[in-house]
């Protein structure tokens, strides 16, 4: 049976991939900071190209995917919001009051990538949207504290479920994993959102995975809109996407996308 390569990374090339996931980080922080009523997604998609660029690093979004006639994602962030769960395409959309947007983004640095995403409230969100962001991002966490070296991919998987669960009326979108990460965007292992503590790959040194769960309010399934990248809830219930990429060490985690001292070139 063919198995996916897992890629191991040295020292320096996870170097590397924190100057590739700070930039990811710069971003975020920046559309973050723009996200308001009355704004489009197209605007923050430009706001994010600038800033990635400023940094001297490349958008690993944009064009993704293509091949034959298609022309791949056409842009540097994924601007998902309310139903949209993941993969929503930024242009003409007008932000609302209460609206929640998941931003999805990449960036890559010398060849190597890092990615994240985080869930962000549109002025004042209601007390049930805000608490799926807080659930979303409680089980990212957990997820990350619940891997080690020696562990498995799956203690990673079992963290996160467990703490939706424990959440209590949420589901975890099916058919999306997390994912390894480094010369490519997407590599092997999956890193599922549900699973059982001490199954799949284990955790070594110069492991890189992208952890980020999908939740929402309604229906674990889903669909995928005409655009043929835009998934949302089968039941339009409202979604939450957070992410971050992270290596493991002696030490414990270390979150390549977390914020970082980084300048404009």
């Known amino acids: 049976m063919f198995r996916r390569r897992i890629e191991l990374k040295t020292a320096e090339q996870l170097a590397l991939m924190r100057r590739a996931g700070a930039v990811v980080a710069a971003t975020l922080q920046a559309v973050r900071e723009a996200v308001a009523p009355g704004v489009t997604t197209g605007e ?14 490349t958008s690993n979004f944009l064009g993704y995917g293509a091949g034959g006639q298609a022309p791949g994602f056409p842009g540097v962030i994924c601007t998902s919001v309310n139903e949209e769960v993941v993969h929503g395409i930024p242009g003409s959309r007008v932000l ?6 998941s931003v999805d983004c990449g960036a890559v640095v010398e060849g190597w990538h890092g990615d994240a995403a985080t869930t962000i409230g549109v002025g004042q969100v209601a007390p049930d949207a805000a608490r ?124 390549l996308t977390a914020p970082g001292g980084l300048t404009a070139q």
């Open 44 to 57: 923050l998609d430009a706001l994010a190209r600038d800033t990635i660029a400023a940094h001297g690093a």
């Open 96 to 101: 609302r009051e209460g609206d929640l947007l």
């Open 132 to 255: 799926l962001v807080e659930v979303t991002e409680q089980a990212l966490a957990a997820g990350i504290a619940a891997g080690s070296l020696g562990g498995r991919v799956g203690d990673i998987s079992a963290a996160i479920e467990q703490s939706v669960r424990a959440a209590g009326r949420y589901e975890l979108t099916d058919g999306f994993t997390g994912h390894g990460i480094g010369t490519a965007m997407h590599q092997a292992p999956d890193v599922p959102n549900v699973g059982r503590a001490g199954k799949g790959p284990r955790i070594v040194p110069g492991l890189v995975l992208a952890i980020e769960p999908m939740v929402t309010m309604g229906s674990a399934d889903n669909r995928t809109l005409e655009d043929g990248w835009t998934v949302v809830s089968a039941d339009a219930s409202w979604a939450a996407h957070c992410e971050h990429s992270v290596t493991w060490t002696e030490d414990g985690p270390w979150i």
